[in-house]
């Protein structure tokens, strides 16, 4: 009998929400799954680590429970290096991370804990798949995209990933028959043009607020904000994520974390650098 393989779940929205759970009930089908996540929303923390306190990991599980929970009070990144190297005691087979509540397309790979989760895994020789989904509603449908989130996590470990490489998977948010199919693409060039509330307190001193839409996410019922500007779209290729997602495809890009910019290299060895 073919033996299961170990497949790491993690997120940065938290063990509670929706996206995990619908990750979990995917992997399940696939192989064993343990689960290490933020005990509380930590989106946007990008690669952060925690050094300045300390960490605490909860068993959430049942004990005969066929996936093993935990929760963890650090950061996505926090999450993998415990589930590693503290739980598993071995490299898994596959790290997924998500499903996350919203894009992780173009830029925002470089601010999301999804990713940063993955590209933690990446960094440790363990293929990674970021997952998110283009609805940030915290009671978002999952049910259309589980069959691409199997179909990815199946190839990638029939396949195996290129060295350095982890997917950065993003659902648009259609209904499954709506979905046109799976691109390969490259990350689309654009930005976000952040808006600030200068104001000043009571001393005359000024502060900065980064101005944000309300949003209720909380299965709970608290009040909390997201934070949003005008995302910039720089680029007109058919060949970018942005583009596949606009069209109803699933956007499946490459990403590394060997950040050398090396086609500069050539240029930057031309400066005077040691002339003296």
């Keep these: 009998m073919k033996k299961k393989p170990l ?12 996206g995990i759970r619908a990750l979990i009930a995917v992997m399940s089908e696939i192989g064993d799954v343990v689960v290490v996540a933020p005990d509380k929303p930590q989106s946007a923390m990008g690669h952060a680590i925690t050094i300045n306190s300390t960490l605490y990991l909860n068993k959430v599980s049942a004990e005969n429970a066929a996936v093993l929970e935990y ?7 926090d999450c ?8 598993l005691k071995q490299k898994p087979d596959l790290c997924v991370s998500g499903v996350n509540h919203g894009s992780n397309s173009s830029i925002n790979v470089i601010y999301s804990g999804t990713m940063s989760a993955a590209v933690e895994a990446g960094i440790e020789g363990i293929p990674a798949i970021g997952f998110s989904l283009l609805d940030y509603d915290w009671n978002a449908d999952f049910e259309p995209v ?22 950065n998977v993003n ?24 808006k600030f509330d200068k104001r000043k307190t009571p001393y005359g001193k000024d502060y900065y607020w980064l101005t944000g839409e309300f949003v209720n996410l909380s299965p709970y019922g ?7 500007g005008e995302f910039v779209n720089q680029d007109l290729g058919e060949d970018t994520d942005e583009w596949a997602l ?29 002339k003296k």
């Design 146 to 167: 589980k069959s691409f989130i199997k179909k990815i996590a199946l190839q990638t470990l029939e396949n195996g990933l290129p060295a350095g490489t982890i997917l």
């Design 80 to 87: 993998v290096k415990l589930a590693v190297n503290e739980i």
């Design 246 to 274: 606009e069209k109803g495809y699933v956007s499946v890009v490459p990403v590394q974390f060997d950040m050398t910019a090396h086609h500069a290299i050539q240029q930057l060895n031309g400066w005077n650098l040691n």
């Design 7 to 18: 497949i790491l779940v993690t997120n940065d929205d938290g063990i509670s929400a929706p």
């Design 171 to 194: 659902f648009p948010k259609l209904a499954e028959k709506d979905i046109q199919g799976i691109r390969i693409c490259r990350q689309a060039k654009a930005y976000w043009a952040e």
């Design 71 to 77: 929760n963890c009070s650090g950061t996505p990144v």
């Design 222 to 228: 608290k009040d909390y904000y997201w934070l949003t």
